[in-house]
C-alpha cells in the first residue's frame, strides 16, 4: 500500500487514534441496531419484570430502554469528538507533509495507487460528512436535524466497506511486496 520503509510517529498515532475512535462508534451504532435496539430491549424488560409480577407498558418498557442505551449514546458523542480532532489534525498533517500515497490525479500513479488514492479521498469525505453531520446534530440548528440525521445515518455504508478494502489491502500487501506493513504501523 505504501512505499514508505517507515511511519512516523504522528503518523501512526493519528492513524490509530482515528481507527479506535471509529471502530468505537461503529461499536455503538451496531450495538443500537442490534442487541441494544429500543424494542428488544423493551421486551426484555417487560419480560424481566413480568417474572416478577410488575407490569408495564410497552411505552415504558421503551422508556427504560431508551434511558438505558442513553449512557452508550453519550459514548458515541465523546467519540465523535475525537474523531473530529483526529480528522482535523489527520487534515492538518496531510496538508502540510504531503499524502503518504500517490495522488489520483497523477499520471505517473500506476492503477493500483490511483484506486488506493480514490478509496482513501472518498474514505476522508465520508469521515468528514460524519463529524460535520454530528457537530450538526449537537450544536445546529433544530430545524434540519431531520435532514441531518438521514445523512449522518448513511455514514455506516461508507465505512464497512472500507474497512473490509483497507483489511484486504493489508492482506494482499503483506503476502505481496510490502511485507511488514503492520509492524511498521505499529513499531515505526
Known amino acids: 500500500m505504501y512505499s514508505q520503509s517507515k511511519f512516523p510517529l504522528f503518523h501512526r498515532l493519528l492513524h490509530w487514534g482515528l481507527a479506535i475512535t471509529m471502530l468505537v462508534m461503529l461499536l455503538t451504532v ?10 428488544h430491549m423493551a421486551a426484555v424488560i417487560t419480560q424481566g419484570l413480568a417474572k416478577i409480577d410488575v407490569l408495564i407498558t410497552d411505552k415504558q418498557a421503551i422508556s427504560l430502554a431508551k434511558g438505558i442505551r442513553g449512557v452508550m449514546f453519550k459514548w458515541h458523542i465523546y467519540f465523535g469528538y475525537a474523531v473530529s480532532v483526529f480528522v482535523f489534525a489527520r487534515f492538518v498533517y496531510m496538508a502540510k507533509f504531503g499524502l503518504h500515497y500517490p495522488s489520483a490525479f ?26 460535520s453531520t454530528g457537530l450538526l446534530l449537537e450544536f445546529g440548528p433544530e430545524a434540519i436535524e431531520q435532514q441531518v440525521e ?29 511485507k511488514g506493513l503492520v509492524s511498521k504501523m505499529i513499531g515505526g
Not at 438521514?150 to 505481496?176: C, D, N, V
Request: glycine share 6%.
Open 30 to 39: 451496531l450495538l443500537r441496531l442490534g442487541w441494544m435496539e429500543k424494542n
Open 106 to 131: 497523477s499520471a505517473q500513479a500506476t492503477t493500483k495507487q490511483k484506486f488506493q488514492a480514490w478509496v482513501y479521498w472518498l474514505f476522508y469525505a465520508g469521515v468528514a460528512m460524519s463529524v
Open 150 to 178: 438521514t445523512i449522518h445515518k448513511l455514514a455506516l455504508w461508507y465505512f464497512i466497506p472500507f474497512i473490509s478494502l483497507h483489511l484486504a489491502g493489508i492482506l494482499l500487501a503483506e503476502a505481496g511486496h510490502n
